[in-house]
């Protein structure tokens, strides 16, 4: 079995540098314990977390928080940074405002995590304030504006002589996105205006819901990834190319299918949340919610979209 003097033997440092670079505790320049972590990594060494704790009052867990599971790259970025960190990951996801509720009544303290990550939640007033009194470190990663990702799909649309244009929505977003498209300059007609489930089963219904308005739009916005991957494969599957599809984010699934989508480093800034996080509990920084501004959203152009049909709004497909 692996000792920690045997890593400290390979990583040319003493034990002790190896206990305070795989506890995260202060005295360890960055370079070092990255190198020791890698030392500990490849040599399938790992603390005992249980003496750790006992010794420097350290759970090694964080609690994870969202009130969206579809910004998977965002949660996958903060979580794979915090697992090679040697954190555990207590995840609660906040979609529905009882778990909400419960959980902001009772906010994880010191006796169970070292600190919070909460991901994109957008905590009211309230909430923030039992997040700064839950005496641990605490960083806040805000949503990105969706007024300003619809603004980028339209732009992109009418760029490509698109003016009927549907907006489907997830059930937990207000519709007054409807005036950002018409601001752009596009048509809104109440009909074209959908809320689904967050699915690929829900875009899919979301298509019969817009022929039963008697015409199709030219082109389709969606605020799901994965309903938006629903409405691109029933309108390929029934042959309607001549239809664009616009995801306000880059769910995998959709990338991997080439569905045009508004996109952000969320990958990047989950990793570099839980840097701030890491280094509030090496003690750099006060245990209060610091806010991490989103990144700047950019179109990413696909094969889903394209220039639209001569005659506008398309008719429904008729069965012989």
Known sequence: MTSMSDVAKAAGVS?????????????VSESTREHVAEVAKRMRYAI?????????????????????????????GAESALREAGYDVLLDVLN????????????????????VLALATRPTEAERAALDGAGVPVVLVEDGDLGEA???????????????????LAEDVDE??????????????????VWSSPTVAGGEQVVDALLDGGALPTAVISSSGEVALGVYLRLRRDGREDVSVVSLEGAELA????????????????EHATAVL????????????????????????????????????IPPTVAP
């Open 150 to 168: 619809v603004a980028l799909a339209a732009r992109h649309l009418i760029g490509h002589g698109h003016r009927e244009v549907a907006l489907v």
């Open 176 to 193: 007054s996105l409807d005036e950002v498209l018409a601001a752009e300059g596009l048509a809104v007609r109440p009909e074209w205006t």
């Open 96 to 115: 529905d405002p009882a778990a909400r509720a419960r959980f902001f009544d009772q906010v994880p303290t010191g006796r169970r995590v070292d600190g």
């Open 278 to 313: 890491l280094s509030a509990l090496r003690g750099d920084a006060q245990p209060h919610a610091e806010a991490i501004a989103p990144p700047s959203a950019q179109l990413v152009v696909r094969g889903s979209s394209g220039p639209a049909p001569r005659s506008g709004a």
């Open 15 to 27: 034990a002790a540098t190896v206990s305070r670079a795989l506890r995260g505790e202060p005295g």
């Open 255 to 270: 990338r991997a299918v080439g569905i045009t989508a508004v996109e952000g480093a969320w990958r990047e800034r989950g």
């Open 48 to 76: 005992a977390r249980d003496a750790s704790s006992l010794a420097g009052g350290r759970r090694y867990a964080v609690a994870v928080l969202t009130a969206d599971v579809g910004r998977g790259d965002l949660l996958a």
